[in-house]
């Protein structure tokens, strides 16, 4: 499988370490080696290297990490390789690394508008923790009363129920997705309210939506 440029740094100091010293490097070792600030970050490539089929590793154990047979192919960076160390990537409050969760696609903040998947991904801070968890980037005025701009970036844990108050993402006859919050009306539809006064709630039918996440974080870009 295709390395990334760190993902061969760090494969090539793994096999400079082991052959000079006949033991595998410790995760402080390799950050050292990389100047990696993180440890998370060190963990977090060793767990796709080993993902790919270049090492395997014991659990809970930093020296414990052994090449497999592909990492032997895998010759030294050249110059034209080299980049600068890596962000550190951010971490859940267990210690470890979070992975870059999909950027799906854009999602209405006032009127529905067809919801286009698109392929692109987006690193996230902790608070995804170990849920089912995909971003969206927001468009319109609707929800500024929930202080969600147009531009911001809004967390949704994938699921496919609500409870009322909730700001969810609605998917309406199968084809427009909306952000709004939820509110289960008495006559049997559903009210997608949005956060800004001089806006109308959107009242279905419940068998038109589809409920597609709740919304658990925000990230604005300045």
């Known amino acids: 499988m295709v390395l990334t440029k760190r993902q061969h740094q760090v494969l090539?100091?793994?096999?400079?370490?082991?052959?000079?010293e006949g033991y595998c490097p410790?995760?402080?070792?390799?950050?050292?080696?990389?100047?990696?600030?993180?440890?998370?970050?060190?963990?977090?490539?060793?767990?796709?290297?080993?993902?790919?089929?270049?090492?395997?590793?014991?659990?809970?154990?930093?020296?414990?990490?052994?090449?497999?047979?592909?990492?032997?192919?895998?010759?030294?960076?050249?110059?034209?390789?080299?980049?600068?160390?890596?962000?550190?990537?951010?971490?859940s409050s267990g210690g470890e690394a979070l992975h870059a969760l999909p950027l799906l696609g854009r999602i209405a903040a006032g009127m529905p508008i067809e919801?286009?998947?698109?392929?692109?991904?987006?690193?996230?801070?902790?608070?995804?923790?170990?849920?089912?968890?995909?971003?969206?980037?927001?468009?319109?005025?609707s929800m500024i009363d929930d202080h969600i701009m147009d531009g911001d970036y809004v967390m949704v844990e994938r699921r496919d129920t609500a409870e009322d108050g909730q700001i969810v993402?609605?998917?309406?006859?199968?084809?427009e997705a909306t952000l709004k919050r939820l509110y289960?009306?008495?006559s049997g539809t559903l009210r997608l309210q949005p956060a800004n006064s001089t806006?109308?709630?959107?009242?279905?039918?419940?068998?038109?939506?589809q409920i597609q996440g709740r919304v658990i974080g925000v990230l604005r870009k300045y």
């Open 12 to 20: 090539h100091f793994l096999q400079e370490f082991m052959a000079r």
């Open 26 to 91: 410790s995760y402080e070792e390799i950050a050292a080696g990389l100047e990696l600030t993180s440890l998370g970050t060190v963990h977090a490539h060793i767990a796709v290297l080993e993902r790919k089929g270049y090492l395997r590793r014991g659990a809970n154990q930093s020296r414990s990490i052994e090449l497999r047979p592909a990492a032997r192919r895998i010759t030294a960076p050249s110059a034209h390789t080299s980049a600068p160390p890596a962000a550190p990537l951010p971490r």
């Open 115 to 141: 919801a286009v998947a698109e392929h692109s991904e987006i690193s996230l801070a902790d608070i995804a923790r170990n849920r089912a968890t995909f971003v969206l980037e927001v468009r319109g005025q």
């Open 169 to 175: 993402v609605a998917l309406v006859d199968g084809v």
């Open 184 to 186: 289960h009306e008495k």
């Open 199 to 209: 806006m109308p709630p959107i009242l279905v039918a419940a068998k038109r939506v």
